[in-house]
């Protein structure tokens, strides 16, 4: 049965990502090939994996093609603000999809649906928050911006309502795409 990933600011070829985030890689190679033996471990050919946002630095503009093609599985971007030159190579033919944000059903492995809102972008009163659905974003890293995120939804689960907001960051899951299934244990 063919499953759907996540990830996010994989930041592919950006040498200061490492410091920035302090990735236990020791060079923008190292951190290269381990993401990407790391996703294609988990991922098999027939599953989608959703990029929510900053896939590759534009370091890599010659051969983005050729990374994103020796990733297994059916890549979708959702784009972040850091996917700019990649939408001018010829890169863009190794997406199913493209797009600026997005609203799935995904089926968890007992086979409940779930609703999915999926941005770069962290969004506090998305669609269908009042309805149990989930925002899966990326682009705060590990910084202030991204405490802020849990303050902003610490406070909205406060006021009585339900959200259920995930940075699906690379950094945050080891480096892998992870499952919904994987996200959401807290939940369930």
Same mark, same amino acid.
């Given at each position: 049965?063919?499953?759907?990933?996540?990830?996010?600011?994989?930041?592919? /070829?950006?040498?200061?990502?490492?410091?920035?985030?302090?990735?236990?890689?020791? =060079? *923008?190679?190292?951190?290269?090939?381990?993401?990407?033996?790391?996703?294609?471990?988990?991922?098999?050919?027939?599953?989608?994996?959703?990029?929510?946002?900053?896939?590759?630095?534009?370091?890599?503009?010659?051969?983005?093609?050729? &990374?994103?093609?020796?990733?297994?599985?059916?890549?979708?971007?959702?784009?972040?603000?850091?996917?700019? @030159?990649?939408?001018?190579?010829?890169?863009?033919?190794?997406?199913?999809? &493209?797009?600026?944000?997005?609203?799935?059903? *995904?089926?968890?492995?007992?086979?409940?649906?779930?609703?999915?809102?999926?941005?770069?972008?962290?969004?506090?009163?998305?669609?269908?928050?009042?309805? /149990?659905?989930?925002?899966?974003?990326?682009?705060?890293?590990?910084t202030d911006e991204s405490r802020l995120e849990r303050e902003?939804?610490?406070? &909205?689960?406060?006021?009585?309502?339900? =959200?259920? *907001? @995930?940075?699906? /960051?690379?950094?945050?899951?080891?480096?892998?795409?992870? =499952?919904?299934?994987?996200?959401?244990?807290?939940l369930r």
């Amino acid at each position: 049965m063919p499953r759907t990933f996540f990830t996010s600011d994989l930041h592919l /070829g950006h040498a200061n990502v490492i410091r920035f985030d302090k990735r236990p890689f020791e =060079t *923008v190679e190292e951190m290269d090939a381990e993401i990407i033996r790391r996703w294609n471990e988990k991922v098999h050919r027939d599953d989608t994996v959703y990029v929510i946002g900053d896939f590759l630095w534009s370091s890599h503009k010659q051969d983005a093609r050729e &990374i994103i093609h020796s990733l297994k599985g059916k890549k979708i971007l959702i784009k972040g603000n850091h996917d700019k @030159f990649l939408l001018k190579t010829d890169a863009v033919q190794e997406f199913e999809e &493209i797009k600026d944000y997005d609203e799935i059903t *995904v089926r968890l492995a007992d086979n409940d649906p779930v609703r999915c809102v999926l941005s770069h972008y962290y969004i506090p009163l998305y669609n269908g928050f009042r309805r /149990g659905a989930v925002h899966l974003h990326g682009h705060s890293h590990n910084t202030d911006e991204s405490r802020l995120e849990r303050e902003i939804a610490k406070f &909205i689960r406060h006021e009585g309502l339900l =959200t259920n *907001v @995930f940075n699906v /960051g690379c950094m945050y899951w080891n480096y892998y795409p992870v =499952t919904l299934d994987e996200i959401l244990p807290g939940l369930r």
